[in-house]
């Protein structure tokens, strides 16, 4: 075990059996190493991995971006598998760039959000029982967002939990994104926004700056002489500027251009990319999607095929809550949209997806991309 990780040179050899785990990445390269030197006649080489490496620390061969100085906090994975053709890559890709399978939206984006509680200096000391109030008005920030509510209900919140007690709006400071102001992070606010009130800028701007505008400490680095706060924008981009593609674009054609814009780029520019496409997703659903609002819900055959998705749903929780909550609302060429009637419920069935997706190809034998959606607000 473990003789021939590293000095070995013997390059004629044509592949490597990894037949054991290892949580180093330098180790884990030094070993494919032994099977890549160049030799005549040598084509390729095989890394066979009985340690599931690759699936910890990432393909030897992907684009790492390594600190000058090393944290001591490392080691985990920056790559996914693709269920579809089981090629490791970059996780935050929505679009696998080996044979196109389309991932779930958010989950990669949301599980990242959601590991630590991100509470920044408002400039004030703070008691415990002030801590846990703005950590609760915070967490209730953030819900009105991933749940897709209103974020005006949060004052009413508070008053009723705290009665005369002030709100503070400094408090609110990346409550949802965390310190996040990337042009990603304020497109998705945007976006969120803009589907509760797309008419009124004023309303748009004063959330914007709740959350990424003037916290107390960017005062204090002004006092020290190095202030400096980027712009935040209420321009919401368009997908097709972002992607670089027609707005009438096919999808092939977005596909592609997300691919080739996606190939070695940072996490925050992967994740623009990733609103963009969800952005496209969205445009190319909406206008059949409007079209159903005010009429019945569906088409009595789509009623039909929603009870045989929902008879091939498992396991039986996913079953009940689908039959009690979920109603199909559209379906168009591969997109099924959904709608769950209680919003506190639509993170969970989110986690479904897959499962509703495989229902629904049982059902038509035709690979169908869901989408789920909270109910529409008159
Ligand atoms: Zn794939």
């Known amino acids: 075990m473990g003789t021939l990780t590293e000095g070995f ?3 004629s050899i044509e592949a490597v059996i990894i037949a054991r785990p290892t949580k180093s990445l ?14 005549p006649g040598k084509e390729d080489c095989w890394l066979l991995d009985f340690g599931d490496n690759f699936q910890r620390l990432g393909k030897i061969d992907q684009k790492r971006s390594i600190s000058l100085c090393p944290s001591p906090k490392r080691g985990e994975s920056d790559s996914k598998e693709c269920p579809s053709c089981h090629a490791f890559i970059n996780k935050f890709l929505r679009i696998c760039p080996e044979c196109g399978y389309v991932f779930p939206p958010g989950s990669e984006e949301e599980q990242e959000a959601l590991k630590d509680n991100f509470l920044p200096e408002f400039g004030e000391l703070l008691d415990e029982e002030q801590t846990a109030k703005i950590t ?5 920030r953030k819900a ?3 749940k897709k509510l209103n974020p005006d209900d949060l004052w009413e919140l508070w008053s009723l939990r705290y009665q005369d007690d002030i709100l503070c709006n400094d408090w609110l400071y990346g409550a949802i994104f965390r310190g996040d102001r990337s042009t990603y992070a304020q497109q998705r606010f945007l976006s969120y926004l803009y589907s509760f009130n797309p008419n009124l800028t004023s309303w748009v701007v004063f959330h914007m700056e709740l959350e990424f505008g003037h916290p107390r400490h960017v005062y204090e680095s002004k006092f020290k002489g190095r202030y400096f706060l980027p712009p935040v924008s209420h321009e919401q981009l368009n997908w097709w500027y972002v992607l670089q593609v027609d707005s009438e674009a096919t999808e092939e054609e977005v596909k592609t251009a997300y691919l080739s814009l996606a190939a070695n780029k940072e996490k925050d520019e992967i994740k623009l990319l990733n ?18 609002l005010n009429s ?14 929902i008879q091939a749903v498992s396991p039986p929780t996913t079953k009940a ?6 109603r199909l609302i559209s379906l168009k060429g ?6 769950i009637s209680s919003p506190p419920l639509i993170r969970l069935i989110q986690q479904k997806i897959s499962r509703i997706e495989d229902a629904f190809y049982q059902v038509l034998g035709q690979k169908i991309t869901v989408q789920i959606t909270a109910p529409i607000k008159k």
């Not at 609760?136 to 209730?140: M, P």
Request: net charge negative.
């Open 26 to 39: 330098a180790l884990l390269i030094q070993m494919c190493g032994r099977g890549l030197r160049l030799f």
């Open 9 to 11: 040179d013997e390059p």
């Open 334 to 339: 591969n997109y099924a949209q959904i709608e």
């Open 136 to 140: 609760y008005i915070r967490a209730q």
């Open 321 to 326: 809550l689908l039959s009690n909550k979920g």
């Open 296 to 309: 019945e819900p569906v088409v009595q055959n789509e009623v039909f095929l929603w009870s045989q998705v």
């Open 275 to 292: 609103w963009a496409y969800e952005e496209f997703l969205h445009y190319k659903i909406s206008p059949p999607f409007a079209e159903n």
């Open 144 to 146: 009105r967002f991933t």
